[in-house]
């Protein structure tokens, strides 16, 4: 029966043991642990994925599947097959009834098999419910508008049109002097 071994290294050795277990702590990565198991001729034949490897990995994931790609119109983009996670940039999205100029972005949507519009280069189209609004007064648009509409009104404007001054800064009524002192001092 083959005796099990486990080694704890700092670097992979150039002849390895059978049946056993290498623990590679790289100089570089003390906090970092590979692992190699080997066969009975002593080759490692299963090994935990390295940091190079799993980097290896995500950078494959993000190539293959966050590609932007970029089209002159709507008709080219409308000629694409969408594939799973899709952006396109279209540089004259014109074409799109809601963009009035420039370029749009466009993403795939998987589950309702549809484009959707994420960003123009001229505008975004936002439609916003006063409910969902963060920091607003807490008026209803009904009373704002209300306030909007009375902001000069008051039952006694008519009244109010004919307060003003003379040349001198003496306050009138109806363009007459407003008495505000004896007119005589008699007794």
Same mark, same amino acid.
């Given at each position: 029966?083959? /005796?099990?071994?486990?080694?704890?290294?700092?670097?992979?050795? %150039?002849? =390895?043991?059978?049946?056993?277990?290498?623990?590679?702590?790289?100089?570089?990565?003390?906090?970092?642990?590979?692992?190699?198991? +080997?066969?009975?001729?002593? +080759?490692?034949?299963?090994?935990?994925?390295?940091?190079?490897?799993? /980097?290896?990995?995500?950078?494959?994931?993000?190539?293959?599947?966050?590609?932007? /790609?970029?089209?002159?119109?709507? @008709?080219?983009?409308?000629? =694409?097959?969408?594939?799973? !996670?899709?952006?396109?940039?279209?540089?004259?999205?014109?074409?799109?009834?809601?963009?009035? @100029?420039? %370029?749009?972005?466009?993403?795939?949507? +998987?589950?309702?098999?549809?484009?959707?519009?994420?960003?123009? +280069?001229?505008? =975004?189209?936002?439609?916003?419910?006063? @409910?969902? =609004?963060?920091?607003?007064?807490? !008026?209803?648009?009904?009373?704002?508008?209300?306030?909007?509409?009375?902001?000069?009104?008051? @039952?006694?404007?008519?009244?109010?049109?004919?307060?003003?001054?003379?040349?001198?800064?003496?306050?009138?009524?109806? %363009?007459?002097?407003?008495?505000? /002192?004896?007119?005589?001092?008699?007794?």
């Amino acid at each position: 029966m083959a /005796q099990f071994k486990i080694f704890r290294e700092t670097a992979l050795p %150039g002849s =390895l043991q059978p049946y056993a277990v290498y623990l590679i702590a790289p100089a570089a990565k003390p906090d970092y642990v590979e692992m190699y198991v +080997t066969n009975a001729a002593g +080759t490692a034949t299963r090994r935990m994925p390295t940091e190079n490897d799993i /980097q290896t990995m995500i950078n494959a994931a993000v190539a293959s599947g966050n590609s932007i /790609q970029v089209v002159a119109d709507i @008709a080219a983009r409308d000629a =694409l097959a969408p594939t799973g !996670s899709w952006q396109v940039f279209v540089r004259d999205a014109t074409g799109d009834p809601s963009v009035s @100029a420039g %370029g749009a972005m466009y993403l795939w949507d +998987t589950i309702n098999t549809v484009r959707v519009k994420t960003a123009e +280069t001229e505008s =975004l189209d936002l439609s916003l419910d006063w @409910a969902d =609004l963060t920091g607003k007064p807490t !008026s209803t648009p009904a009373n704002i508008d209300e306030a909007v509409t009375k902001r000069h009104t008051h @039952a006694n404007k008519t009244e109010l049109d004919k307060i003003g001054e003379d040349g001198n800064g003496d306050l009138t009524y109806g %363009g007459q002097p407003v008495a505000t /002192q004896w007119n005589s001092t008699g007794w």
